[in-house]
C-alpha cells in the first residue's frame, strides 16, 4: 500500500488552521470497521510520537486541537489552531497490513 | 521511566554485519510486539520488520528490501530485542529506531520510541 501525503511543506502562522491530507491506494477500512490509519509527529531532533490512531481517535495526551479524519483511502490531519510547538514532521502511516507504510511526510514551520 | 533504548549502531563497511539492541526499561517488553523503523538522514519513516511475542510465536516479518538480510530475535529475560543485520549496503545507512507496538483490541499503534541508533554504511 503506497501512502501519499500532500503538501510536502506548510508554512502555518501561530493561530491559524492547517490541515494535511494522506491517500493511500488501498482501502484501509478494515472488515471491523476502523480504519487502520495512524499519524506521527516527529518534532526536531526527536523520535517520532503518536498523534492519532485508528484515522480519528486522538492519542493519550494530544492536545484537542488535533484532529483526524476521512475513511478509505482518504485521510485528513487538522490542526485547528497552530501553536509554535506543532512545528514538525507529520507522518501518516497504514497499518493495516504488511508491510506497513508511511507516507513522505508533511513538514510544518511555523512562521 | 518506561522507555526504549537502541545501541549498536556504527560505521561498517559495505558488505559487513552490524546487530541492533533494543533494550526496555520500566516495563516488560515480553509482552509486546516490536517494531524496527528506520529514517534516511532527512528522509522519511521506512518499516524494517516486526517480531510478535511468545504468544504469537515470536513470529517474525520483513521489508521485502531487508528480507534474508535482516533478522530479527529476542530474549525476554533480557528485556531486549535485536536487529541483525547482514550484506550491508550503502542504503541501509540510516536511523533505526526500535517502536513498541500496542494493541488494545482494533486499536493500534507505535506507543514508545526509542531515541534511535545511527547505522552508516561506507568504505
Known amino acids: 500500500i503506497v501512502m501519499t501525503q500532500s503538501p510536502l511543506s506548510l508554512p502555518v502562522t501561530p493561530g491559524e488552521p492547517a490541515s494535511i491530507s494522506c491517500r493511500s491506494t488501498?482501502?484501509?477500512?478494515?472488515?471491523?470497521?476502523?480504519?487502520?490509519l495512524n499519524w506521527y509527529l516527529q518534532k526536531p531532533g526527536q523520535s517520532p510520537q503518536v498523534l492519532i490512531y485508528?484515522?480519528?481517535n486522538r492519542a493519550s495526551g494530544v492536545p484537542d486541537r488535533f484532529s483526524g479524519s476521512g475513511s478509505g483511502t482518504d485521510f485528513t490531519l487538522k490542526i485547528r489552531r497552530v501553536e509554535a510547538e506543532d512545528a514538525g514532521v507529520y507522518f501518516c502511516m497504514q497499518a493495516l497490513q504488511l508491510p506497513l507504510t508511511f507516507g513522505g511526510g508533511t513538514k510544518v514551520e511555523i512562521k | 521511566e518506561v522507555q526504549l533504548v537502541e545501541s549498536g549502531g556504527s560505521l561498517v563497511q559495505p558488505g559487513g554485519s552490524l546487530k541492533l539492541s533494543c533494550e526496555a526499561s520500566?516495563?516488560?517488553?515480553?509482552?509486546?510486539?516490536i517494531h524496527w523503523v528506520r529514517q534516511a538522514s532527512g528522509k522519511g519513516l521506512e518499516w524494517v520488520g516486526r517480531?510478535?511475542?511468545?504468544?504469537?510465536?515470536?513470529?517474525?516479518a520483513y521489508a521485502a528490501s531487508m528480507k534474508g538480510r535482516f533478522t530479527i530475535s529476542r530474549d525476554d529475560a533480557k528485556n531486549t530485542v535485536y536487529l541483525q543485520m547482514n550484506s550491508l549496503k550503502t542504503e541501509d545507512t540510516a536511523v533505526y529506531y526500535c517502536?513498541?507496538?500496542?494493541?488494545?483490541?482494533?486499536?493500534?499503534?507505535?506507543?514508545?520510541w526509542g531515541q534511535g541508533t545511527l547505522v552508516t554504511v561506507s568504505s
Open positions: 517502536t513498541r507496538h500496542l494493541i488494545v483490541g482494533p486499536m493500534d499503534w507505535f506507543d514508545l
Open positions: 488501498q482501502s484501509l477500512l478494515h472488515t471491523n470497521g476502523y480504519n487502520y
Open positions: 520500566g516495563f516488560t517488553l515480553s509482552g509486546s510486539p
Open positions: 517480531i510478535k511475542h511468545r504468544a504469537n510465536d515470536y513470529a517474525t
Open positions: 485508528l484515522g480519528s
